[in-house]
């Protein structure tokens, strides 16, 4: 049988798992501040923990809400927005495939507007808008693309918040990868540009650990009670001794380094990943280079289908994600993502050789 060598999760590896702070930072918590970290909290999260991040955002911790993981931050906003009113939400085409279907548990009836190498296309978004009047909310992943790579670019910011501004919708930023940018300038946050037209949420699962399930969302202080009564009436608090431990994981100065040397090794898998699919992938694949994050998103020429395939490449090892997936409406049939973040070096070159017979040979028969 074939080694495996998936490239279907976004997830760190475990050799960028920071194990032995993360040890020390449970027992810190648990000697510092036990009867926190075993007990409930408010809806809010960790106080601690609240504060830090507010710091960084330069926000009153009062609008930070902690959350079992970003995801149910999004829910969680969804839920609340879309209770009472208009339930249309747009989203790049393509974007995250958990967050169409959080969205829709919702309730929302979710629409796409086009990705290009520059982000959202925000023309297309003004368009719809004209078309179909003001949506209820829009949801951006502004830097290195879930799942296409791309950022939006900074005139697309401005004119994004500007459009939000004129017509009345909240924004939600999705920005679990911005500080895991290896190339260019770090560009100013939807939050910073947009204020109270933007809700912003990120997670510690892409720059600490996915199984800590600690992500948060930075609300309008007029939205953030009402998310903070949301999540008690949910599931009282999140999970205090995570938070409690993140709390002194952070506190012990482990963040930034830590970030800085998972920065570097997603930098190397990133190169390694886009020189074999220049190597070994069809000509005619085309790819966004991306600047950082986790993801290569490839669009294969005409004639692969990449649901087709998916049952072969699997067989043979390599599996990845189908970009059907990645579309509220059918799109996407010749587009596969990559995730290069839990592979090393030398077996992507190998996996992606792998694939690359694939897709070349169903080109060859199509
Ligand atoms: C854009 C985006 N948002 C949210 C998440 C999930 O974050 P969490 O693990 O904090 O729920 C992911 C994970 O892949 C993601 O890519």
Not at 5 to 34: C, H, K, N, Y
Not at 292 to 301: E, I, L, M, S
Request: net charge negative.
């Amino acid at each position: 049988m074939a080694s495996q060598i998936p490239f279907t999760r976004g997830v760190p590896s475990s050799d960028l798992l920071p194990v032995d702070a993360m040890r020390e930072a449970v027992e810190q918590a648990m000697r510092s501040e036990p009867t926190t970290a075993l007990a409930y909290a408010t809806g809010a999260g960790h106080e601690g923990l609240r504060a830090w991040i507010a710091g960084r955002h330069g926000v009153e911790p009062s609008r930070v809400v902690c959350t079992n993981g970003s995801l149910q931050a999004l829910l969680f906003v969804a839920e609340v927005e879309l209770a009472e009113g208009p339930r249309r939400v747009l989203v790049e085409a393509p974007t995250y495939d958990r967050a169409i279907l959080v969205l829709r548990r919702a309730g929302a009836d979710v629409a796409g507007i086009p990705v290009d190498g520059d982000g959202l296309d925000v023309d297309a978004l003004a368009a719809d808008i004209e078309r179909h009047g003001a949506p209820a909310l829009v949801y951006v992943i502004p830097n290195f693309q879930n799942p296409s790579g791309a950022t939006l670019a900074a005139d697309r910011r401005h004119r994004l918040v500007e459009l939000a501004r004129t017509h009345g919708f909240t924004i939600i930023e999705d920005d679990p990868y911005g500080l895991l940018r290896w190339r260019g300038e770090m560009l100013p946050s939807l939050l910073e540009l947009g204020g109270e037209s933007v809700i912003s949420m990120s997670s510690f699962t892409k720059t600490v650990a996915p199984g800590l399930r600690v992500g948060y969302a930075i609300a309008p202080g007029e939205l953030a009670p009402r998310l903070i009564r949301h999540a008690n009436d949910t599931y009282i608090s999140p999970s205090m001794l995570s938070q409690s431990a993140l709390a002194a994981y952070c506190a012990g100065g482990n963040f930034e380094p830590w970030v800085g040397q998972a920065r570097a090794a997603l930098q190397e898998r990133c190169a390694a990943m886009c020189e074999a699919v220049d190597e070994h992938f069809p000509a005619g694949s085309t790819y966004v280079r991306p600047d950082g994050g986790y993801f290569v998103w490839v669009d294969a020429p005409e004639g692969v289908d990449t649901t087709r395939l998916l049952g072969e490449a699997t067989a043979a090892g390599v599996p990845y994600v189908k970009g059907a997936d990645f579309f509220a409406e059918p799109a996407g049939e010749r587009s596969l993502r990559l995730a290069f973040s839990a592979v090393p070096p030398d077996q992507i070159h190998e996996g992606i050789a792998r694939l690359g017979g694939i897709l070349s040979s169903a080109l060859a028969t199509a």
